[in-house]
């Protein structure tokens, strides 16, 4: 699984540009998406099943 974190360029108050996290998007690696939910759990769009992260 690959997660992907956007980023959006945006000014601040003093007038510098600074990266912010957008959002993030999960993926396996054939590119399917995958949803959270909860930190150790992933759920794949597609099919409905169930990931648990192996610590």
Same mark, same amino acid.
């Given at each position: 699984?690959?997660? !992907? @974190?956007? *980023?959006?360029? =945006? @000014?601040?108050?003093?007038? %510098? $540009?600074?990266? +912010? /996290?957008?959002? %993030? @998007?999960?993926?396996?690696?054939?590119?399917?998406? +995958?949803? !959270?939910?909860? @930190?150790? =759990? *992933?759920? /794949? +769009? $597609?099919?409905? $099943?169930?990931?648990?992260? +192996?610590?």
């Amino acid at each position: 699984m690959i997660v !992907y @974190e956007h *980023f959006t360029l =945006v @000014e601040n108050s003093a007038g %510098q $540009k600074v990266e +912010v /996290i957008g959002h %993030q @998007e999960a993926r396996l690696l054939d590119g399917s998406p +995958v949803n !959270y939910c909860s @930190e150790n =759990v *992933f759920e /794949i +769009v $597609k099919t409905g $099943k169930l990931l648990h992260r +192996v610590l």
